[in-house]
């Protein structure tokens, strides 16, 4: 193999590699209680700016492998 084509490879072993690094990272920062209270308080704070109320969440739980998200006890307070 030519000196280009061993660098070419190289870069693409080494960028699958990153890839590879970043969703198994990305997935279990997903599963985390950080992330849902994250998810949560940016869900709260969206809509109050777009209400003007108070909202209340009572629980927030997102599932990563089938992309779904469970809302519970969603209330939006009116002023």
């Known amino acids: 193999m030519s ?3 061993r660098i070419i490879r190289n870069i693409a072993i080494g960028l699958l590699v990153l890839v590879v690094i970043v969703v198994t ?12 209270d994250f998810a949560k308080q ?4 969206a809509t109050e700016d777009a209400t003007g109320g108070r909202v209340e969440i009572g629980s927030f739980r997102f599932d990563p492998a089938q992309l779904r998200t469970v809302v519970t ?6 002023y």
């Open 25 to 36: 990272a990305a997935s279990f920062v997903l599963r985390t209680d950080w992330f849902q």
């Open 42 to 45: 940016k869900i709260v704070a």
């Open 73 to 78: 006890d969603f209330v939006v307070h009116g």
């Open 3 to 5: 000196r280009p084509g």
